[in-house]
């Protein structure tokens, strides 16, 4: 499994932003789908962004749309969640996970269930 440590979290005004990073051990790092998840309070963990391995297929949750950018730096072993416009339902644990390549699907998944390996998580906290 790819062990994963995410930063970036922290406390923000409505409208601000944030850059979560998530940080990969594993030297084979390009061969990952990566996603963001996200984690409020009494709810379920719900998808927010993923990018495929070599960032040529993107898809984001519909709250996502329009003010979440993610990307990827392979030299770097990092995914990058910048999230803009932040709003009070934006408040959540976020968690980076992991995604094995599925060389038979040509688009990244949205499912939790298809990535393996999770990091801690790290807390988003958006005031009113």
């Known amino acids: 499994q ?5 930063s970036g979290g922290g406390l923000v005004q409505t409208g601000g932003s944030l ?3 998530c940080a990969a051990s594993e030297r084979t790092f390009s061969s990952y789908d990566m996603g963001w998840f996200r984690q409020a309070p009494g709810k379920e963990r719900e998808f927010a962004a993923a990018i495929s391995w070599n960032g040529g297929s993107i898809v984001y949750a519909d709250s996502a749309k329009g ?3 993610i990307s990827r730096d392979n ?3 990092t ?3 910048q999230m803009n ?3 009070p339902e934006d408040t959540a644990v976020y968690y980076c996970a992991a995604a ?3 060389v038979y699907r040509p688009y990244v998944s949205n499912d939790k269930a ?3 390996s999770w990091g801690q998580g790290t807390q988003v906290t958006v005031s009113s």
């Open 85 to 87: 416009s932040l709003k």
């Open 79 to 81: 995914v990058y969640l």
């Open 19 to 21: 850059r979560l990073s």
């Open 114 to 116: 298809d990535f393996g």
């Open 67 to 69: 003010r979440f950018t």
């Open 100 to 102: 094995v390549r599925n």
């Open 75 to 77: 030299a770097k072993n």
């Open 2 to 6: 790819v062990q994963l440590v995410e």
